[in-house]
């Protein structure tokens, strides 16, 4: 479990002396869905998957930072991988998605940060992608940043991200288990009212349906009426969008969906594989409201659907005329439908469950209490005991 930590002037903050310990949702008995998971239940059980994280703190006032997702061992810009984007609801910053669309392919890592930080982000990203072995001719490079805003925990207008903390988060990148909860591009999230960050899950089909794996990463800042496993978790708490039909919070923020699977999908039903994913994040009570950014970017890492470019002293952009794919026949998708809600519906929990309460800015966003979380699962017989 990899996350690199850039600190500021770091001070330390008005925190409970004994915070409640953190845990995922599995150990908590919360399981959605009928899928194994992976062995880390997390993005990086697909295979050469990998991710980084950079945490940027400083003082009482910054908490923000960077997650880094590779699709592969590879140079992504020279091996190139299917993807599609998905826009659930449109407010927010998505760096690189036209192209990504428009092709069908990912050539770069996928970026998490803050919303100010974006093109700061992806100007470093950039120039980092320019220095490595085979690109030296290269003259148009479609880099991937998404965002959410954590502006309330958060100094956005600084734009704290730097190409340090890219860097670091880049260099950092490694399969295994995923840092969660207040660390890297979710350390000033918010999400229904509690503390929000990063998320993983995955999910392995059985053999008689492929077996292959579905892994998401989440980065989870949005509201809504939070339920767990059904049960009215936010209701519960007195911690939901309207409660207050005047002044109240109305579900407003965002989250980065980014699915990894090994199934042999073309772009095409790999945006069919992402519309699913939505299906993940209502089941947490999101209602994607008027002011949230949701978005989801889905890519396959199987060999069977990537297109590699030539290596270095080819020309710049010059790929072969014709490639062969073989890819996953339509009526073979909907085991792999299934097990990116399941893991979509984990990874946000995982997100809030293991997110740590944060102070800055003079306000205090208190985690998830997983004691009264347990509780409520119990009196609703929704979990096991």
């Given at each position: 479990?990899?996350?690199?930590?850039?600190?500021?002037?770091?001070?330390?903050l008005a925190l409970p002396a004994q915070p409640e310990p953190r845990a995922r949702a599995r150990e908590l008995g919360v399981a959605?869905?009928?899928?194994?998971?992976?062995?880390?239940?997390?993005?990086?059980?697909?295979?050469?998957?990998?991710?980084?994280?950079?945490?940027?703190?400083?003082?009482?006032?910054?908490?923000?930072?960077?997650?880094?997702?590779?699709?592969?061992?590879?140079?992504?810009?020279?091996?190139?991988?299917?993807?599609?984007?998905?826009?659930?609801?449109?407010?927010?910053?998505?760096?690189?998605?036209?192209?990504?669309?428009?092709?069908?392919?990912?050539?770069?890592?996928?970026?998490?940060?803050?919303?100010?930080?974006?093109?700061?982000?992806?100007?470093?990203?950039?120039?980092?992608?320019?220095?490595?072995?085979?690109?030296?001719?290269?003259?148009?490079?479609?880099?991937?940043?998404?965002?959410?805003?954590?502006?309330?925990?958060?100094?956005?207008?600084?734009?704290?991200?730097?190409?340090?903390?890219?860097?670091?988060?880049?260099?950092?990148?490694?399969?295994?288990?995923?840092?969660?909860?207040?660390?890297?591009?979710?350390?000033?999230?918010?999400?229904?009212?509690?503390?929000?960050?990063?998320?993983?899950?995955?999910?392995?089909l059985p053999s008689s349906l492929g077996g292959y794996t579905i892994g998401v990463l989440v980065q989870s800042n949005f509201g809504?009426?939070?339920?767990?496993?059904?049960?009215?978790?936010?209701?519960?708490?007195?911690?939901?969008?309207?409660?207050?039909?005047?002044?109240?919070?109305?579900?407003?923020?965002?989250?980065?969906?980014?699915?990894?699977?090994?199934?042999?999908?073309?772009?095409?039903?790999?945006?069919?594989?992402?519309?699913?994913?939505?299906?993940?994040?209502?089941?947490?009570?999101?209602?994607?409201?008027?002011?949230?950014?949701?978005?989801?970017?889905?890519?396959?890492?199987?060999?069977?659907?990537?297109?590699?470019?030539?290596?270095?002293?080819?020309?710049?952009?010059?790929?072969?005329?014709?490639?062969?794919?073989?890819?996953?026949?339509?009526?073979?998708?909907?085991?792999?439908?299934?097990?990116?809600?399941?893991?979509?519906?984990?990874?946000?929990?995982?997100?809030?469950?293991?997110?740590?309460?944060?102070?800055?800015?003079?306000?205090?966003?208190?985690?998830?209490?997983?004691?009264?979380?347990?509780?409520?699962?119990?009196?609703y017989d929704a979990a096991a005991r």
């Amino acid at each position: 479990m990899r996350s690199i930590l850039v600190v500021l002037a770091l001070i330390p903050l008005a925190l409970p002396a004994q915070p409640e310990p953190r845990a995922r949702a599995r150990e908590l008995g919360v399981a959605p869905g009928i899928f194994a998971t992976g062995r880390w239940n997390a993005i990086t059980d697909v295979a050469g998957v990998r991710v980084g994280q950079s945490t940027v703190v400083a003082g009482d006032s910054v908490h923000t930072g960077v997650t880094a997702i590779f699709p592969s061992a590879d140079n992504p810009f020279l091996s190139r991988v299917p993807a599609a984007i998905v826009v659930g609801n449109g407010f927010g910053k998505l760096l690189g998605s036209t192209q990504v669309n428009e092709l069908g392919e990912l050539e770069s890592p996928v970026l998490l940060t803050c919303t100010l930080c974006v093109w700061r982000v992806g100007d470093a990203l950039a120039s980092w992608m320019l220095e490595q072995p085979g690109m030296a001719e290269v003259r148009s490079l479609n880099v991937v940043v998404g965002e959410t805003n954590d502006g309330q925990l958060n100094a956005i207008r600084s734009r704290p991200v730097g190409a340090e903390a890219v860097r670091a988060a880049l260099a950092g990148a490694a399969s295994g288990p995923v840092a969660e909860g207040s660390v890297g591009a979710g350390a000033g999230t918010i999400a229904f009212g509690f503390k929000g960050g990063i998320g993983s899950s995955s999910r392995v089909l059985p053999s008689s349906l492929g077996g292959y794996t579905i892994g998401v990463l989440v980065q989870s800042n949005f509201g809504g009426v939070l339920q767990v496993l059904g049960v009215p978790v936010g209701k519960a708490l007195g911690s939901y969008a309207f409660r207050d039909a005047v002044e109240g919070e109305k579900g407003d923020g965002s989250i980065m969906i980014v699915v990894a699977t090994d199934a042999p999908l073309s772009d095409r039903n790999l945006r069919r594989l992402a519309e699913r994913a939505l299906m993940g994040l209502a089941r947490t009570g999101s209602s994607a409201s008027n002011g949230s950014g949701d978005y989801v970017i889905a890519f396959s890492t199987a060999a069977s659907v990537r297109r590699v470019q030539p290596g270095a002293g080819a020309p710049p952009r010059r790929g072969p005329q014709t490639f062969s794919t073989t890819e996953l026949a339509n009526d073979e998708t909907s085991a792999l439908f299934q097990g990116v809600v399941e893991a979509t519906e984990e990874a946000i929990y995982n997100s809030l469950f293991m997110a740590t309460t944060t102070s800055a800015r003079g306000r205090t966003v208190r985690a998830l209490p997983l004691d009264t979380v347990r509780a409520l699962l119990r009196r609703y017989d929704a979990a096991a005991r």
